[in-house]
């Protein structure tokens, strides 16, 4: 089979269409991990809102205002493992769903060894790129920072295009690494690098499909906002929660259950049209670059 990036980039519906009752089961899965997290740090989330509002209130945002978002971010970087759990499962979900069709039990869902390669691989990768940028990025603010200081056209200059250069870098290591998890499904082995060799003449149709995808995926959420725009404005919001700041967890999930159940199942079904959409397209181009 021929490698057809405008084809792949729709592989995602095609498999909503052909698996929609898995589709379904990996919104509950978004459902589950939405209201872990809210139990997990209920209270962090309720100050983030209270403090989100105060600093829209607020004509310029004090520093005290600023800092004292920070053990709220910190808190939410604590449940960090459990997202990173989380998206592993769904991950290793929809890539089996293309790559391994016939093992459609449970929706695809395992939380086995594949899912413990795609955790690792998805951990090594974040590593990567996040080196990449720190190192990428202080050189292109050490150079705009002299640009700023000495008012000299051509630091002005090289900071742009480095910057350009810095976004352009990451765009491509994306697209080369971006093979990497339906490899750990697919062959059931720890593969970081084997993506490059399998995208290798393959940018430019990859990055199409990875364009196209987004897209798909971004008008997917838009009009599903629409959708559920009447349950948003029936349950009034997850913005709510800002009047509970300091009342116990227990009497927060009793008076705004209708709310926090509207948000993780609107939020949850979005997401999971929105990742089969998104990520799809990367194993049927594996699929049919291995075939070919």
Known sequence: ????????????FRLTRRKPLAVLLWGLVYVLMILAVFGLIGGPIISFFAEMQRLQGAAEPSMEALQALLPIYGAFAAVLPVVFVFSA????AVTRAVVRPKESAFGYLRLGMDEVRVLGVSLVLGIVFGFVSLVGWSIVGFVA???????????????????LAMVAGLIWLAVRFSLA????????????FDSFAMTKGRFWPLLGMA???????TIVGLLGGIVFLPVTLM???????AQFEGAPLQEVITAAAPALIAYAVVNGVLS???LAIMYAPFS?????????
């Open 145 to 163: 920072g002299m640009a700023a200081v000495t008012e000299q056209g051509l630091l002005v200059l090289a900071a742009v295009l480095l910057g």
């Open 89 to 92: 499962v769904l991950n290793a």
């Open 272 to 274: 999971a049209l929105q």
């Open 235 to 241: 349950t009034g919001g997850m913005e709510q929660l």
């Open 211 to 217: 364009i196209i995808a987004f897209v798909l995926a």
């Open 284 to 292: 049927a181009a594996y699929r049919d670059i291995k075939a070919g």
């Open 181 to 192: 998890i339906p490899i750990v499904v697919a062959e059931r082995r720890f593969a970081v």
């Open 1 to 12: 089979m021929t490698f057809s990036a405008t084809d792949a980039a729709f592989e995602g």
